[in-house]
Nanobody, 123 residues
């Protein structure tokens, strides 16, 4: 079965940094577009970033552009999200997701999801 396991979340102060990791198994990792989404309490899933199969193309939500960087290591079946200059508004559960079709920002387009990792930014 397909498994996506996020790690690296935690509690940081405003302006701090975290690097999230998502380890994938049970799928041909290099054949999937990978994305990061987040969900704040009482809110819908929000697109954060996505990366193409070989990492040549990336796409970011305007709210994180210039602060977050998505990357992938296909040899390690892992996708990363480097988060810098964190703000309280970034507080959410962050989810890794895999999309076999196209690079999109739409949650329904992603086939597989991880369990999420909590990121809390204190003010």
């Amino acid at each position: 079965q397909v498994q996506l396991v996020e790690s690296g979340g935690g509690v940081v102060q405003t302006g701090g940094a975290l690097r999230l990791s998502c380890a994938a198994s049970g799928l041909t990792f290099s054949a999937y577009v990978m994305g990061w989404f987040r969900q704040a309490p009482g809110k819908a899933h929000e697109f954060v970033a996505a990366i193409s199969l070989s990492g040549g193309s990336t796409y970011y939500a305007d709210s994180v552009k210039g602060r977050f960087t998505i990357s992938r290591d296909n040899a390690k079946n892992t996708v990363y999200l480097q988060m810098n200059s964190l703000k309280p508004e970034d507080t959410a559960v962050y989810f890794c997701a895999a999309n076999r079709l196209v690079l999109t920002t739409t949650p329904d387009s992603y086939n597989y999801w991880g369990q999420g990792t909590q990121v809390t930014v204190s003010s």
